[in-house]
């Protein structure tokens, strides 16, 4: 993770397509879910820990990238 938050652009993108994931993953307990009750009556199709994890995983890492200016800022600081 540590990798994406050194580019922006990177860190913003991961962020996007984690929450685009996430949110594909919600509609897609809707959408599978007749077909899924019927393959396995005994396990209800949720994607909601999935989704969780994903839109944990983009935030943490657009964390990160804001967290990286701030510290390069307050270095540049203390040369002053």
Do not use: I
């Amino acid at each position: 993770m540590q990798r994406r938050a050194q580019v922006p652009q990177q860190a913003a993108l991961f962020h996007n397509d984690c929450a685009f994931l996430a949110e594909r993953l919600l509609a897609a307990g809707y959408v599978y879910a007749p077909g899924l009750a019927a393959a396995a009556p005994s396990a209800p199709a949720q994607f909601v820990d999935a989704a969780q994890r994903l839109r944990a995983a983009g935030a943490a890492v657009l964390r990160e990238q804001a967290r990286t200016p701030t510290s390069m800022l307050s270095a540049c600081q203390k040369c002053w």
